[in-house]
């Protein structure tokens, strides 16, 4: 192959079919060569990479989808590789965590750009995935606030199924300044023109809890947390994705830090971002830096209530037996593997998936817990999580689904709950023999 550097830390390389099926079969080890250098600083050194291939472009146009792969992997955490096959993606390697930045000039900036945007939109909406958790409530419940701020209507947009944050949307709307704030999925009638539409926590159109909205209103602001996925939200206006913060919630609270002198987060708002953030940190034990210790800092100043978020994540008896039996039918695989599941159709089933996804963690010897679980009609879902060593996501992802290195899942839709578990366990596996025989490679200085 050819290759020549064209600006710092930047390269571009031609290659030969040949040369490229070699680095496939080896699945592109230079990942992993170039993840045992460190740098004078101490820091890892990863590589990232973007390749096209196609027979009737020109190599301008080759190029530009290189770059555009590039970018892909970038937006998934770096330390891999996005290749396009004639208009086919695949991924290769994304086993080194997301590093999280010391500065906070880039949300400086975005929340600056996002504040502009705002102001030149007469009514704004707020969404994120179907089936709300409370990262995607508060982060929703913190960009409410900076349009408050800017005197905009504002509304939220809620799937119908979201039994999980019943309690948080309940006592919102029993507050005094929130009236007209919640809509339904399909209740949006008349949209103007000038319209914009913030999708937080999530990014695949198709998981977001009313995907109409993405043609209706044109002006659309990304803002989420997870590693990104080949299906896009088209054509945003503004884009800001950091795979290596916790939460969506805490990307929100820090752009509320930087909105403007005006924004003041009522208790209520930053009680719900302040649950976002104790949540997709498991009480600030996974995915914890010390920008989100600022963010949760802030957000106690601004009257979070931890009693309060307490209270919310409570569970009855019955879900505590559910959980439990949830625990006791889970099996252990060799090289660090657990699989559960939930046949059963139960009103907080996913709530309770993620918890024993969670807890099953905490088993000596497990690197990676999963749980299959029926939903309403022939949907199945699946939780997945992970230590840090294995990348669930990319397991997920074979699904239909997506999310963080440590934490994911997916949906699917039309297949018998026992034949889902059964795929999960093949491919669960699979992953991990292969993980460990490239770490042993590496190790041997292949």
């Known amino acids: 192959g050819f290759m020549r550097g064209i600006s710092e830390g930047e390269f571009v390389a031609l290659l030969d079919r040949k040369a490229l099926d070699h680095a496939m079969a080896e699945k592109f080890d230079i990942l992993d060569q170039v993840r045992k250098i460190v740098n004078s600083k101490g820091l890892p050194v990863t590589l990232s990479i973007g390749l096209s291939l196609a027979a009737d472009q020109s190599l301008k146009e080759l190029g530009e989808e290189a770059e555009a792969k590039l970018d892909l992997a970038l937006g998934r955490g770096g330390d ?11 991924f290769f390697g994304g086993k080194a965590k997301a590093v999280e930045k010391h500065t906070r000039v880039k949300a400086r900036v975005v929340a600056h750009a996002l504040r502009d945007i705002m102001e030149s939109a007469d009514e704004i909406y707020i969404m994120g995935h179907h089936n709300e958790d409370y990262d995607c409530f508060g982060a929703a419940m913190g960009v409410a606030c900076m349009a408050r701020a800017l005197g905009k209507r504002v509304h939220i947009v809620l799937s119908d199924m979201n039994e999980g944050i019943d309690r948080i949307v309940d006592m ?12 339904r999925a399909g209740d949006v009638a008349g949209v103007s023109p000038s319209a914009l539409l913030v999708v937080v926590d999530a990014h695949i159109p198709h998981i977001l809890a009313d995907p109409t909205l993405l043609e209706r209103i044109p002006k659309i602001v990304v803002i989420d947390h997870h590693r990104r996925s080949e299906n896009f939200v088209k054509n945003p206006l503004l884009v800001y994705i950091e795979t290596s913060s916790s939460s969506a919630s805490e990307l929100v609270t820090e752009l509320l830090m930087y909105f403007g002198e005006n924004v003041r987060p009522t208790r209520l708002d930053a009680t719900a971002l302040y649950s976002g953030v104790v949540v997709d940190t498991k009480n600030f034990n996974v995915g914890a830096g010390v920008r989100t210790f600022d963010a949760a800092a802030y957000l106690r100043r601004a009257g979070a209530d931890p009693v309060l978020v307490r209270a919310l994540f409570q569970s009855d008896y019955e879900t505590t037996v559910a959980l439990a039996r949830a625990k006791a039918n889970a099996e252990f695989f060799p090289g660090g593997l657990i699989v559960g599941s939930i046949p059963e159709r139960l009103q907080n089933g996913q709530i309770i998936a993620a918890q024993a996804a969670d807890g099953m963690l905490r088993v000596d010897g497990v690197r990676m817990s999963i749980y299959v679980f029926q939903m309403a009609g022939d949907m199945v879902g699946i939780s997945a999580r992970s230590t840090g060593e294995m990348n669930v996501q990319v397991i997920m992802e074979a699904f239909g689904g997506g999310g963080h290195a440590n934490v994911a899942g997916a949906q699917v839709k039309g297949v018998p709950l026992s034949a889902v578990r059964a795929r999960v366990v093949e491919r669960a596996r699979a992953y991990i023999e292969e993980s460990d025989q490239s770490e042993g490679n590496t190790a041997d200085g292949h």
């Open 172 to 183: 919102v709307q029993k507050d005094e300044g929130y009236e007209d704030l919640f809509v």
């Open 80 to 90: 891999q590789v996005a290749l396009d096959i004639n208009g086919k993606t695949q």
